[in-house]
């Protein structure tokens, strides 16, 4: 019976395995960055895609809501848009919300007048405006919108100042609180928000902030 032999390798045979190893090694390297690379890029690829959308959208939106009002006609010629809010035939509902904001001068408290934003024989309402002497400023709208407190006092100002604006509105020196809480920007900027509580304070001590009020359904 014969014997089987075994041949050992050589030494061309072991160089030759070991360049055909360090072939499957680097063929496998360029495999995986491959495919980081095409993960990078689709990554990158679907970042720009969805970042493209929503740019696009928010300027549609925009650019559809000024063109919107910029369409509106003008119901009343004696009260024009101000800050791009107009003044309408009827009160809107398609945004409805409401804040307060309750004033204090020099040691007293000013109740906010009302029928700010309406029209002195009721043709048109404005989206900002007040119906009472409440301090509740009604925003009612056709469309969607942010809305801040320099809107309604340039509304006050400039299309309504018989009804008791006060000048130290223009003026610095204010203690302004939002929801009970001292606020130390430019009052103008401060967002007028569903139920937002606004305390503004001029020459006058002892001033609690607002913190709650009785909304009674609105």
Known sequence: MSKQVTRRPTKQ?????????????????????????????STIVAVAVIAAG?????????????????????VNPQYPPVDNIYCD???QLAFHIHSHLSL???GQQLPLPAQIGIASDQSCFYWLHTH????????EAPIQRSFVLGNFLNEWSTEFPSLGYPPQLDQTGWQVYVNGKLYNGDFHKIPLQAHTLITMVYNTSHVVPDTTYNWNGL
């Open 13 to 41: 045979d072991l160089r030759k395995e070991r360049r055909e190893e360090q072939i499957r090694r680097e063929a496998e390297r360029k495999r995986q960055q491959k495919r980081r690379r095409v993960a990078i890029i």
């Open 54 to 74: 929503l740019i696009g959208f928010i300027v549609y939106n925009n650019t559809h809501q000024s063109q919107s009002a910029q369409t509106r006609p003008i």
């Open 89 to 91: 035939q009827q009160e």
């Open 104 to 106: 204090y001068i020099n």
């Open 132 to 139: 009472d002497t409440s301090g509740v400023i009604h925003m």
